[in-house]
């Protein structure tokens, strides 16, 4: 397969230190639809042998030098080989036009994941579970219905983004005319951008932070606007997705066959997070008429919010994952 020539940032450039128990390299490899991405790898140091593996992905506008290269390394130091990615169109990965996201696409993304981890000298390809954060978290679901070489799936603080497309935060906007309307206007933006010849960007968490905007975005902006998370190349940090980028959502229910998912499955989320409806009506989907709920479970952690998931490390229940994949990777 052809890779694409990309330009990868050799130096240090992460939201979170340099662990000195695990060794760190620039990795890329190949989706099915030609998009060569990049990837941070962890592995623990002094390791012998073959290993379980992990890649993670998200939150959803972010990149690997935030959340989910910290998951990553984190879980390197417990002795997993891992890998944080970006996704197609974003951060250091290929893909054109930048800025679009794709249910179908970046499912294949964690699947190229899984496929690079597979051909690994220091990984037991029968031993892969992956992570998903936010927005992915929902797309790691869609993945483990999908691939059955994902033996165990995390998903944290996990948004279903088909679902906050077409209906609205808090289902607030769940009617016909309501998703009638912003199909009216997204097609009005495709073709603005075409006259235009480039795609309008939408704008990424809000700045500078109105008084009176709802507690969650407050949340985001404390994390993606400032040291603690700000990040030169995330999307959310800066100009955010294209207008129309995330468009094919609206009618793409990724986690229709969540139910028909064998392998292990835990949805980790804050009981004080806005998007607590997500996981939980997630795992109760997930549940329904399932004949594999032994492996499945909902951890909730209290009073945690929705961004404290992402690199809160007193909070993140890194314990609890690690017992997690230690169980069901072997």
């Not at 972010?62 to 997993?80: D, I, N, P, W």
């Not at 073709?191 to 809000?206: N, T």
């Not at 064998?262 to 004080?272: C, E, L, S, T």
């Amino acid at each position: 397969m052809k890779k694409e020539t990309l330009n990868l940032v050799t130096e240090w450039d992460k939201t979170f230190p340099k662990s000195d128990k695990v060794n760190h390299q620039k990795v890329t490899f190949v989706n099915r639809y030609g998009i060569t991405l990049a990837a941070d790898m962890y592995t623990p140091k002094n390791a012998e042998g073959k290993l379980a593996a992990i890649a993670v992905s998200g939150p959803f506008g972010a990149v690997k030098e935030q959340c989910s290269g910290l998951y990553a390394q984190t879980m390197a130091e417990k002795g997993f080989v891992t890998i944080a990615f970006d996704p197609s169109f974003t951060g250091e990965s290929g893909g054109y036009p930048r800025y679009m996201a794709s249910p179908d696409i970046n499912t294949e993304d964690f699947q190229a994941a899984v496929d690079f981890l597979s051909l690994q000298d220091n990984v037991d390809a029968d031993k892969i579970g992956i992570i998903g954060i936010c927005g992915w978290g929902g797309m790691a679901l869609n993945v483990a219905a999908l691939d059955t070489r994902i033996k165990a799936t995390a998903a944290m603080t996990m948004y279903d983004m088909t679902r906050v497309n077409a209906n609205g935060y808090f289902d607030s906007e769940n009617s016909e005319e309501a998703r009638y309307q912003k199909k009216v206007a997204l097609n009005a933006q495709r073709i603005a951008d075409y006259k235009a010849g480039e795609y309008a960007l939408g704008g990424g968490v809000v700045d500078p932070l109105p008084e009176d905007v709802p507690f969650f975005v407050k949340d985001y902006y404390a994390y993606y606007k400032t040291e603690r998370g700000y990040h030169p190349r995330s999307l959310n940090s800066n100009g955010g997705w294209n207008v129309i980028g995330c468009m094919s959502f609206m009618n793409q229910p990724i986690l229709q066959y969540s139910n028909e998912i064998r392998n292990a499955v835990m949805i980790v989320h804050g009981d004080k997070a806005h998007s607590y409806y997500f996981g939980k009506d997630a795992y109760e989907n997930m549940i329904k008429d399932s004949k594999y709920t032994d492996n499945k479970e909902l951890l909730t952690i209290p009073g945690a919010v929705h961004t404290d998931l992402y690199d809160q490390v007193d909070i993140i229940p890194f314990e609890k994952l690690d017992q997690f994949f230690k169980t069901y990777l072997g």
